[in-house]
């Protein structure tokens, strides 16, 4: 059975506002889902609703096909400062999924994966740049090998040529047999990564 993630007529409502009604998502494992819209459209809320963070104010997600265990669903973000302990080096950072399942691995071969100086691996987050950190995440979700991966403006704050690494790093998740849902503002990324895209404006 392939493994979908599956979200049926999801509502996000905050105080009297509604901010989207009545969406269904579906992204199976090996494909990307692209999510579109304006600024305020709900693209973060609607993701952190797929990852349990928010609850929806009506609607239901489920993952079928894929054995329910913690790290199941992985998450990359805009601003991997804000999700990232400022007083973790990075190689805390990138082995923090085996040590939680307590499993070795080797976090410098992870490095040469995603393209990471292993002598950064000692630097704390403040003595990278922000690719160098948006690596570092990556190599994360390579540890913690997630079924799904969700991604919010993975490549916002990367200069063009960190934003075609990260990209390409991403797409090589999905190769593996990862589904992903990436939201992103750059509709040409979205229509040639992603089968199917939901447009939070057009509802
Ligand atoms: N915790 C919250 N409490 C109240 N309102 C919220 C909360 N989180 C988000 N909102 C509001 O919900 C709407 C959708 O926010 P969200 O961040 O999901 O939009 P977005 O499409 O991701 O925007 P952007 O493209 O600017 O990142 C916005 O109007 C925002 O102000």
């Not at 009297?16 to 494992?29: H, L, M, Q």
């Not at 459209?41 to 609850?55: E, F, H, N, Q, V």
């Not at 009506?58 to 992985?74: M, S």
């Not at 080096?89 to 999924?97: H, S």
């Amino acid at each position: 059975m392939t493994a979908t993630l599956l979200g049926h007529g999801l509502t996000a409502r905050f105080g009297s506002r509604e901010v989207f009604t009545g969406v269904d998502v579906s992204v199976d494992a090996g494909s990307v889902l692209g999510i579109v819209g304006q600024s305020g459209s709900g693209k973060t809320t609607l993701l952190r609703i797929l990852a349990g963070l928010t609850a929806p104010a009506a609607g239901t997600v489920e993952q079928r096909g894929v054995e329910l265990r913690p790290g199941t669903i992985g998450l990359i973000a805009q601003h991997p400062r804000l999700v990232t302990n400022p007083r973790w080096t990075l190689r805390r950072i990138v082995a923090e999924p085996a040590t939680i399942a307590r499993r070795n691995c080797d976090i410098e071969a992870v490095a040469g994966r995603v393209g990471l100086d292993p002598a950064l691996l000692d630097r704390f987050p403040s003595q990278v740049s922000d690719g160098q950190l948006q690596r570092a995440c990556v190599g994360r979700l390579l540890v913690q090998a997630p079924r799904f991966v969700l991604c919010d403006e993975p490549t916002a704050m990367l200069d063009p040529l960190s934003a075609r690494a990260v990209i390409g790093l991403l797409q090589a998740l999905v190769d593996d047999g990862a589904g992903m849902v990436l939201v992103s503002h750059q509709r040409r990324l979205v229509d040639a990564r992603c089968r199917d895209v939901v447009d939070l404006d057009v509802r």
